[in-house]
């Protein structure tokens, strides 16, 4: 199995950047689909992005964060990276990362099998 940690979150303020860090260990990154989901207080967890386990990188975006936020992997360092510019205050919630086995998961939070602890993103209005 694979282990996942997340950093980089933290405090900013509307319209900045932040670039998530999701380092995995156990198994290499390359034989999962990745993704990143995010939880506000009082709300489901939700799809942020996800990256193909292909070779062709494949990407997805639900409309929220599209244009918005860029999802990338370094296979050599074994993370997961998540860009997120132009931050608004609805962006606040703790950020997962999270490996499917599945090759097609879609976004789907229940075909994910390990996440990581998250990490706190608040936007400041």
């Known amino acids: 199995q694979v282990q996942l940690v997340e950093s980089g979150g933290g405090l900013v303020q509307s319209g900045a950047s932040l670039r998530l860090s999701c380092a995995a260990s156990?198994?290499?990154?390359?034989?999962?689909?990745m993704g990143w989901f995010r939880q506000a207080p009082g709300k489901e967890r939700e799809f942020v992005a996800e990256?193909?386990?292909?070779?062709?990188?494949?990407?997805s975006y639900p409309d929220s964060v599209k244009g918005r936020f860029t999802i990338s992997r370094e296979i050599a360092k074994n993370t997961v990276y998540l860009q997120m510019n132009s931050l608004k205050a609805e962006d606040t919630a703790v950020y997962y990362c999270?490996?499917?086995?599945?090759?097609?998961?879609?976004?789907?939070?229940?075909?994910?099998?390990?996440w990581g602890q998250g990490t706190q993103v608040t936007v400041s209005s």
């Open positions: 999270a490996a499917a086995a599945t090759a097609i998961p879609l976004g789907d939070r229940y075909q994910y099998d390990y």
């Open positions: 156990g198994r290499t990154i390359s034989r999962y689909v």
């Open positions: 990256i193909s386990r292909d070779g062709s990188n494949r990407r």
